[in-house]
């Protein structure tokens, strides 16, 4: 079945930097777009990031534009976010996510928590 391990979250002043990881298994990674949202407490969750299956294109919600990085490695079935210029409004839970003929997988999730 389709399973994500996300890591990489933790706490950060703002300014910092961090990268999260996801691997996915349980199905062809490379055949697929990944995507990156986010939970912040008491919101809805929001999209953050999409890369396309082969790694040519990227989106990026206006918020994190020019600060975030959405990548992949299809050799180990991994996706990337490298967030620079942490800010407070980055807090979340963040997680990678598979849309498989209109079904959405969800991992658990990785808390990124920006604070001073």
């Known amino acids: 079945q389709v399973q994500f391990v996300e890591s990489g979250g933790g706490l950060v002043q703002p300014g910092g930097s961090l990268r999260l990881s996801c691997v996915a298994s349980g199905f062809t990674f490379s055949m697929y777009d990944m995507r990156w949202y986010r939970q912040a407490p008491g919101k809805e969750r929001e999209l953050v990031a999409t890369?396309?299956?082969?790694?040519?294109?990227?989106y990026y919600a206006d918020s994190v534009k020019g600060r975030f990085t959405i990548s992949r490695d299809n050799a180990k079935n991994t996706v990337y976010l490298q967030m620079n210029s942490l800010r407070p409004e980055d807090t979340a839970d963040y997680y990678c996510?598979?849309?498989?003929?209109?079904?959405?997988?969800w991992g658990k999730g990785t808390l990124v928590t920006v604070s001073s």
């Open positions: 996510n598979l849309r498989k003929y209109g079904v959405d997988y």
């Open positions: 890369i396309t299956s082969n790694g040519g294109s990227t």
